[in-house]
């Protein structure tokens, strides 16, 4: 099995979105105040907590999705995934990478689940 390296982030701007994004009252703020949905209200934000969570894709490449958040909705867990990418010119397969991200987490999760069952 390969070894999983600790992600490093060179820019200083990803650097700085990454270490804003891991305080629990930001996330809180943001949903409440920027996103505005009736869904939000039914958020237990006495359950939100940062999930650690780096995986590993078919073709053996460290990923890591940026930062994850698991809250109950209505008394079941559900998971926010804030996601930044900082990029120096368009990139016309962003929203590919983007389902490649979410694609990979889901499979972890799902992995997770077998392996404990």
Known sequence: ?????????????????????????IIEELLVH?????????????????????Y??????ERASDIIWKVKYKGTDIYID???EIQSSNDITMPIRILDYIG????????????SE
Do not use: A, C
């Not at 070894?3 to 990454?18: A, E, G, L, N």
């Not at 920027?34 to 780096?54: A, N």
């Not at 990979?104 to 392996?115: C, D, G, I, P, V």
């Open 1 to 25: 099995m390969p070894k999983k390296s600790k992600t490093v982030i060179h820019h200083p701007i990803d650097k700085f979105f990454r270490r804003f994004f891991q305080e629990k009252r």
């Open 34 to 54: 920027l996103v505005k949905q009736s869904w939000v209200d039914d958020l237990d934000f006495t359950t939100l907590e940062r999930v650690e969570r780096g």
């Open 56 to 61: 590993v894709t078919k073709n053996i490449q």
């Open 82 to 84: 804030v996601l930044t």
């Open 104 to 115: 990979s987490f889901y499979e972890n999760e799902y992995k997770t689940l077998k392996n």
